[in-house]
């Protein structure tokens, strides 16, 4: 079966600008949850959704928003940009929390 | 005092040699997972833990909830189990969703 598609895989964007990602979970999962990479912070938890709702959100400033569609993909938003918000942002989904998780690719966000 | 703390950093290894990867955490859990992150990014999700132990091909993961602490082995290493291993929990805290918390990594390197 098709894993967790993350696109695009590589995107340059310019400070103030905004992106936005997407995740295509696995058929019949509804949990998507995003994470960022970074050298320096390691991995960190940014948000989740469940059934188009947002069940749980990591410390980061509101310009990191997500949604989640009816058929369970899920896109994140970053908006005004800062260098700092270049990494490599993940994409999971389970079934439920109380599953294992299948990762995306990610996304490698490089902010110039 | 980071929530998980992986021990070592970096680990280099003879093919056959066999590994140990330790991982001990603060929070009482309610889950625990491992992870494999090969360059370029893809993770892998090895196995997710909750008590005992669990084996798959060459792997080993167990943990010992009462002393926070688990440990993944590979065993006969290979050059091609070259990548990052991290551990990553579940608070027990979390009553719903999928939040977790990740640990910095071990770096493994198996030299033929």
């Known amino acids: 079966k098709a894993g967790v598609t993350q696109t695009p895989r590589y995107l340059i964007k310019t400070r103030g600008q905004q992106v936005t990602l997407s995740c295509s979970p696995i058929s019949g999962h509804r949990s998507v949850s995003w994470y960022q990479q970074t050298p320096g912070q390691g991995l960190q938890f940014l948000f989740e959704y469940f059934s188009e709702t947002q069940r749980n959100k990591g410390n980061f400033p509101g310009r990191f928003s997500g949604r989640q569609f009816s058929n369970s993909r899920s896109e994140m938003n970053v908006s005004t940009l800062e260098l700092g918000d270049s990494a490599l942002y993940l994409c999971a989904s389970s079934l439920t929390s109380n599953y294992g998780y299948t990762f995306g690719s990610g996304t490698r966000l490089t902010v110039v | 005092k980071n929530e998980v703390e992986q021990s070592p950093q970096n680990l280099t290894a003879q093919e056959g040699e066999f590994i140990t990867i330790n991982c001990s955490y603060s929070?009482?859990?309610?889950?625990l997972h491992w992870l494999q992150q090969h360059p370029g990014g893809g993770i892998v999700s090895l196995f997710m833990l909750s008590s005992g132990k669990k084996k798959h091909g060459r792997l080993i993961a167990t943990i010992n909830i009462q002393e926070k602490h688990s440990s993944l082995h590979i065993t006969a290493s290979h050059p091609r189990d070259s990548a990052v291993y991290i551990c990553?929990?579940?608070?027990?805290?979390?009553?719903?969703?999928?939040?977790?918390?990740f640990g910095e990594g071990t770096q493994l390197t198996v030299n033929p």
């Open positions: 990553a929990v579940r608070s027990m805290e979390e009553t719903s969703g999928s939040r977790l918390t």
């Open positions: 929070v009482g859990i309610s889950a």
